[in-house]
């Protein structure tokens, strides 16, 4: 058994290309508020585990509506969602929104619903911007995954903390100062 046993090989379909492209390595899935940008869930799991695998790990219980993108699809359904009551948010999958014929009226509100939820989904990548390209953690080092891990919980809390950062500075500079 080698030190990569948990990461794994999986396949990808990209775009135009007539071949598939080959990924190795890991997932992390997170949860963030939609009023503070903050991460406050996190798993990681290996590249080729679903993404609705992971949705139970995600919640925290006080959520209202959840919006997920389309690898989410069907998540309602799950057995071990049953006991949840949100309202699902998920996005509609390509092929589904592309069928529909642009002419008709049902397309334009069709995609201006998409684009709403797109838009509140905008905020779960934030912390991906943070953590890839202000801390410059773009590959995975393969040193298993309770390491990486380890290293992407790191990273997901410092990057908390630059996005608190910028909103306390902004509080900061809009109260007035009592000294």
């Not at 219980?61 to 071990?80: I, L, Q």
Request: hydrophobic share 40%.
């Amino acid at each position: 058994m080698t030190r990569e046993c948990h990461v794994r090989f999986c396949e990808r379909l990209r775009g135009q290309v007539p071949w598939p492209t080959h990924h190795f390595g890991m997932k992390a899935h997170i949860g963030v508020d939609a009023e503070s940008g903050l991460v406050h869930s996190l798993t990681t799991t290996a590249a080729n585990v679903a993404d609705i695998i992971e949705t139970a790990a995600l919640l925290h219980g006080d959520e209202d509506t959840v919006f997920a993108d389309a690898g989410y699809t069907g998540v309602a359904k799950r057995e071990e969602m049953n006991t949840v009551a949100v309202d699902w948010q998920i996005a509609a999958k390509r092929s589904i929104v592309k069928k529909v014929n642009e002419k008709r009226p049902l397309r334009a509100l069709l995609d201006e619903l998409e684009h709403a939820k797109a838009s509140i989904r905008a905020k779960v990548e934030h912390p991906f911007h943070v953590v890839k390209n202000l801390f410059r953690h773009r590959k995975t080092r393969y040193k298993g995954l309770p390491k990486n891990t380890a290293h992407v919980f790191m990273l997901f809390g410092l990057a908390n903390l630059v996005i608190a950062k910028n909103k306390l500075l902004a509080w900061q500079a809009q109260t007035p100062s009592t000294m």
